[in-house]
């Protein structure tokens, strides 16, 4: 299996279109830690976006060498399904919702 590793996509779920963009990659906090990357969630046509936060990898907090990002769409779309199971509903209006996922997207 050949792993992809993108900054950006399309991904369908349900029958809609998601654009999904790695916003920021893992990185050292002074007062957080490890942080895992986050990655912004946008349903095409609508106004409310998300965020999905992942955990830190494991072979950060061990103080191994960062690796290449693991991320595609498979990842994507687990995360879009728990966020919209979660309560986000893309054709509302406001801030985008901040969801926390696993490694892998649920």
């Known amino acids: 299996m050949t792993k992809i590793h993108k900054l950006s996509g399309t991904v369908d779920v349900d029958g ?20 895992g990357m986050t990655v912004a969630l946008l349903r095409k046509h609508t106004q409310r976006g998300a965020l999905l936060e992942f955990p830190a990898p494991k072979r950060l907090m061990k103080g191994m060498q960062r690796g290449r990002l693991q991320i595609g ?18 054709s509302s209006r406001g801030k985008p919702m901040v969801f926390e996922v696993d490694a892998d997207g649920n």
């Open 16 to 35: 809609f279109q998601y654009e999904w963009e790695l916003r920021s990659e893992p990185q050292w906090s002074e007062r957080e830690g490890w942080k």
């Open 73 to 90: 769409d498979a990842i994507v779309i687990r995360g879009i399904q728990a966020a919209l199971q979660a309560g986000w509903d893309p």
